[in-house]
């Protein structure tokens, strides 16, 4: 396979930007060679029914990760290629000049999951995190179903218990949320989220409000409102231990100040936030999405599949494709010129 290198040019438009990336998330890419790839697909053999990239049959073989079948949700999400059916591994490697907010970079390559999502003829709420979903008929609720079986990236389960917890913890906690986002407030009532059991949990409305809709397609997991204000959950398995109605306040405070924070609300955040529901650094909040985060140093920032991502494409292959992704913070045009002209790295993100 041709390296994606050849195709990058500091010049790019955004849109041709986001072309290529499909193309190359549709067939895979890399930098491994292919008989390094072939003797990784030979160590261990593929589950029956779902396929899944080698370097996670490896770690199924040494009975580091559950089978493929134990980590994908009861119903995946079915995904139809852009082109064609992919191939496996591959690490990408992306420069970008923003000093301000790398994350862009980052989501232009690694996406972000909400809720519900756009079909490629940009109609909007389909199911994507949720199976499915009903709006009442009057308009003053919905109710979203998970997909059961569908697990956080650390293998918890993903449940209503964390739409209720951010609720009540954390959206309706004024220390956490000084300053209440938007999104719940509808002419000036709030939403409330009801737990029904499990895998099912209910958004009543203080009135019709057919448009809430419209949030679902951008709640993509939770952090501070003034980054992003359409969160509506949270991992509580994880999140709980640094809350202290959950554990103890003066343990909490102590790992905060020793963190370098001044309290344990912003020891919290740190902990907890991801950027538009993407893994922002390693040994943090579980995340939904494609890829967690394992190495931020002040000039990278290197991400890899998440074993327990939901979705698979049409051959049963579970996605991602690509292995990791590597964001590099470089400042001179000069040295990403020559860096894309040599083959050293495959996308370019200039802000």
Known sequence: MKSLAKRVRCTLALALMFGVAFSAAAKGAG???????????????AEPGYSEAPMLRNLVAAGKLPPVQERLPDQPLVVEPYQEVGTYGGTIHVNTNSTINPGW??????????????????SWGHPNIVESYDLAEDGMSVTLYLRKGLKWSDGAPFTSEDFVYYYDQVLLNEELTP??????????????????????????????????VGQLNGSVGQQPSIAWP????????????????????????KKAKEAGFENWTQYYWDRTEALFGMSLKP??????????????????????????Y??????????????????????????????????EIDWVWLL
């Not at 970079?105 to 940009?122: K, P, Q, V």
């Not at 709030?190 to 409000?209: C, G, H, I, M």
Request: proline share 7%; net charge negative; charged share 25%.
């Open 179 to 212: 300053r209440m986002p938007p999104w719940p407030q509808i002419k000036g009532g709030l939403v409330k989220f009801v737990q029904v059991d499990d895998y099912t949990v209910r958004w009543d409305l203080p009135t019709s409000f057919p448009s809430i």
């Open 230 to 253: 359409w969160g509506s959950y949270q991992a509580a398995h994880y999140a709980k231990q640094l809350h202290p109605d959950f554990a103890d306040k003066t343990e909490i405070e």
């Open 310 to 343: 939901f979705k698979v494409d049409t051959a049963g292959n579970q996605l991602p494709y690509i292995d990791r992704i590597v964001l590099h913070l470089v400042q001179s045009p000069d040295v990403t010129q020559g860096q894309a002209i040599t083959g």
């Open 283 to 308: 040994n943090a909040e579980p995340v939904l999405s494609a890829y967690v985060c394992v190495e931020k140093t002040t000039d990278s920032w290197t991400v890899e599949r998440n074993p327990y």
């Open 31 to 45: 930098d491994e060679p292919e008989a390094e790839e072939a003797q990784r697909t030979q160590e261990a053999a």
């Open 105 to 122: 970079s980052y989501m232009s390559m690694a996406g972000s999951d909400a809720l519900l999502t756009f079909n490629r003829d940009l």
